[in-house]
């Protein structure tokens, strides 16, 4: 394998040409034909357009809230609710995951609370969160961080207690201080997994900014399906449903990308 | 001799059959199931449904009543899909609806006067539409009867929403005035200022229905019902109305039977309930009960086409319908 290159870069370096060509182009194909099958319920099947639009009134939906900015700035609100909520949520997951894996004590004590940070559903408790911390930003970061933690959390524990003991072993007999088996042992043999938590949460967060707008807000994506919904603008529901697709996809590809960044020198070990 | 006595059997027994045919719907052989969203939970509100359902009306008119407790938005996009043949809606959610291409329509006129009005705290002096400029203004969304029955209020004294500000709280009106957190709050007539009155609040209440006459919660079908079963749309109008007159005429009857049909009532001290039930009632009551006021119609297309909420005109006749109305 060349430097940097992952298992799947490998597997399409080994392929015939032709088969190289058509797996490049393979998810257009999917997504096309998934619009296809859209246009085709919708056409065929009888719902009225309340129920299904077709994909071209979701396209000039989309088309008439972008000129007018609607999409742009409520998008724009929600996207900074994600970014907070992810930011402030993996924070607080990594400083209280790493007491976790070093502290079963602390971990048994505070097992109750964090189970049921996940088990409770958002959903319910959302409408709390709105009475407590008002309707503004602030509510919403805290749904989103609340969302994102758990997992995060989870993954940063494992992680930390998957470095097998023969490292520190090796690290204490050349009398490495606790700052560099942290940055030189502990965090370089905890990323693979925490990151496989930071994808999850990235997606979630994005659930967790529209449950909260959902609510009560007064900008965002999830305010713009609620004034869909309560205008039976079918089209503009799409179009924001959508628009949360793409938000979370982008997310998740970014958080692979860093991956792929970061643990470059995986690939290197194993040649 | 034989054959013309199985001649005669199978006469009787046609005959027999024809008599109880289910196509006229109207005896108690078969009771055609109607399930009927009402956009809220069980509730003294519901107290003529109740009523109706319990002295028999309902089952007179060959109709059996299921209540469903779906969102008044999905309630309307069932019965335009004629996945449902009736419900219990806002007038506002019919002409957003048609404007939408829903072919529901309104058949009965069940609250004459709007039921929402800003409530605030006694000490912000909030007594006039006027008044309300320069306040905050908590709001569930902008969207739904909350909404639009505060706007409305605003252009009755010359206000708009540039006057004020909103703030999109959720359904926490309550909990948002109590706290301060808001100036004033859109509520429903019948529900949040009572309760607010209940634990001790002194409150300014701003009803919607005493300044602008809007089209008002009512029973809406869709045009395929209309025009293949209209019998149906009459008996279940009729029936309905019997149960809003007889909740008017007795209250005390009807909280009695509501205790039947809503959790916990009968447990719960009635001094709220029966303000509810006090407070709906002034809302109902009307020289022809279920009679759609045509102004009412127009004063409602007017506000939303004013807010944005609708892009142009409907036809307003296609809209609602006194055909029924006895």
Known sequence: ?????????????????????????????????????????????????????????????????????????????????????????????????????????????????????????????????????????????????????FP??????????????????????????????????????????????????????????????????????????????????????????????????????????????????QQIMEL | MLKRLIVLILLGALTAACGASPASGSGTNALVHIKLPVGYIANIQFAPLYVAIDKGYYKDAGIEIEFDYSLETDAVSLVGANNLQFAVVSGEQVLLARAQGLPIVYVMAWYQKYPVSVASKASQNIKTPADLKGKKIGIPGRYGADYIGLDALLYSAALSENDVTLDSIGFNQVAALAADREQAVSVY?????????????????????????????????????????????????????KGIADTIANPDEAYTISEKYVPNLAQADATTPKQILSSSIDMWKANRLGYSNPQAWTNMQNTLLKMGLLKQPLDLTKAFTNQFIP
């Open chain 2, 189 to 241: 007539t019948n529900n949040e200022p009572i309760q607010l009155r209940s634990e001790g609040y002194q409150i300014n209440e701003l009803r919607v229905g005493d300044y602008v006459q809007l089209a008002s919660n009512g029973l809406i079908t869709n045009e395929s019902t209309l025009s293949s079963n209209p019998d149906l749309v009459k008996r279940m109008v009729s029936a309905t109305l």
């Open chain 1, 152 to 265: 995060v959390l989870v993954n940063t524990v494992v992680g930390l207690r998957a470095v097998p003991t023969a490292y520190y072993d090796l690290m204490h007999s050349l009398r490495a201080s606790r700052r560099q088996i942290l940055f030189h042992l502990e965090i370089p043999a905890a990323l693979p997994i925490f990151l496989g938590g930071l994808r999850i949460g990235a997606t979630l967060s994005v659930i967790g900014a529209v449950v909260g707008e959902l609510v009560g807000a007064d900008r965002g994506l999830g305010v713009l399906i609620n004034v869909g919904r309560g205008t039976y603008d079918t089209p503009m529901v799409f179009v924001a449903v959508f628009t949360l697709i793409a938000l979370a996809l982008s997310l998740y590809g970014i958080v692979a990308w860093i991956e792929r960044r970061l643990l470059a020198w």
């Open chain 1, 1 to 149: 394998m060349q430097k940097n290159e992952t298992m799947d870069t490998n597997l399409i370096r080994n392929l015939p040409r032709a088969a190289k060509r058509s797996y490049r182009w393979l998810g257009i194909i999917s997504i096309v034909a998934g619009l296809i099958a859209w246009w085709a319920v919708a056409r065929f099947s009888g719902l009225p357009a309340f129920v299904l639009p077709s994909p071209l009134q979701v396209w000039q939906r989309f088309l008439v809230s972008l000129s007018d900015g609607e999409l742009a700035q409520n998008t724009a609100v929600t996207l900074l609710e994600i970014l907070l909520g992810l930011f402030s949520g993996t924070l607080f997951a990594i400083v209280l995951g790493y007491w976790l894996a070093k502290s079963l004590t602390l971990e048994k004590f505070l097992s109750p609370y964090l189970v049921a940070s996940q088990a409770v559903p958002l959903v319910a408790i959302a409408p709390l969160l709105v009475i407590w911390f008002g309707p503004g930003i602030f509510s919403k970061v805290l749904i989103c961080a609340l969302i994102v933690f």
